[in-house]
Nanobody, 127 residues
């Protein structure tokens, strides 16, 4: 089992920045692929970013590419999402996810590819 706890959400004006953190416990963190998803009211959960177990590979949704950066510190069992130039459409609950499976280019971007989830943290961007 893996426990994930997100932090760092909040309210910010458009153009501002936030950094989300996700602390993991229960498994060897360096063996897990990690991802961030988000879900706005009335919408499906969508992929935001992912990072390989080593941190050597990162993946982003087109909507956040160039504005968000995913990183991980395996010594601290933590994955981060640095969000810059935030827009009102970034408003959502952000979820940290972990996978102990081998992800391919299809499952990497979809919720079923991940078998552990955090409780979510709210991000609100006002115009």
């Amino acid at each position: 089992q893996v426990q994930l706890v997100e932090s760092g959400g909040g309210s910010v004006q458009a153009g501002g920045s936030l950094r989300l953190s996700c602390a993991a416990s229960g498994r060897t963190f360096s063996s897990l692929s990690m991802g961030w998803f988000r879900q706005a009211p009335g919408k499906e959960r969508e992929f935001v970013a992912a990072i390989s177990w080593s941190g050597g590979s990162t993946y982003y949704a087109d909507s956040v590419k160039g504005r968000f950066t995913i990183s991980r510190d395996n010594a601290k069992n933590t994955v981060y999402l640095q969000m810059n130039s935030l827009k009102p459409e970034d408003t959502a609950v952000y979820y940290c996810a972990a996978s102990d499976r081998i992800l391919n280019t299809r499952t990497l971007y979809t919720p079923p590819g991940y078998n552990y989830w955090g409780q979510g943290t709210q991000v609100t961007v006002s115009s």
